[in-house]
């Protein structure tokens, strides 16, 4: 079973920048990618970010703005998101999508961005 944390949520203005965490645990054999997605109140769960070994990409939205890292050692995978903006404002999840196609979710961590 694969579980995932994340953290580094909160309240912020805009303009400003958050780093959001994900780490993973539990028995990992393979990992075909992990994703960043996003809630915001009243609205469908959207996509944010994506990595995989083939590369990062992005939501129109955020491109240009967030940036998704991951560092193996740790079992972790990042958000960072500048210039944040009120539209931001959701609970973010991360989800992993493993070898077999199985996904895993984050329980969320929510952004909030004032104007």
């Known amino acids: 079973q694969v579980q995932l944390v994340e953290s580094g949520g909160g309240l912020v203005q805009a303009g400003e920048s958050l780093r959001l965490s994900c780490a993973a645990s539990g028995t990992i054999f393979r990992v075909n990618a992990m994703r960043w997605y996003r809630q915001a109140p009243g609205k469908q769960r959207e996509w944010v970010a994506i990595?995989?070994?083939?590369?990062?990409f992005y939501a129109e939205s955020v491109e240009g703005r967030f940036t998704a890292s991951e560092d193996n050692a740790k079992n972790t995978v990042y958000l960072r998101m500048n210039d944040l903006k009120p539209e931001d404002t959701a609970v973010y999840y991360c989800?992993?999508?493993?070898?077999?196609?199985?996904?895993?979710w984050g329980q969320g961590t929510q952004v909030t961005v004032s104007s």
């Open positions: 990595i995989t070994t083939g590369g990062t």
């Open positions: 989800n992993l999508e493993d070898g077999r196609s199985v996904n895993y």
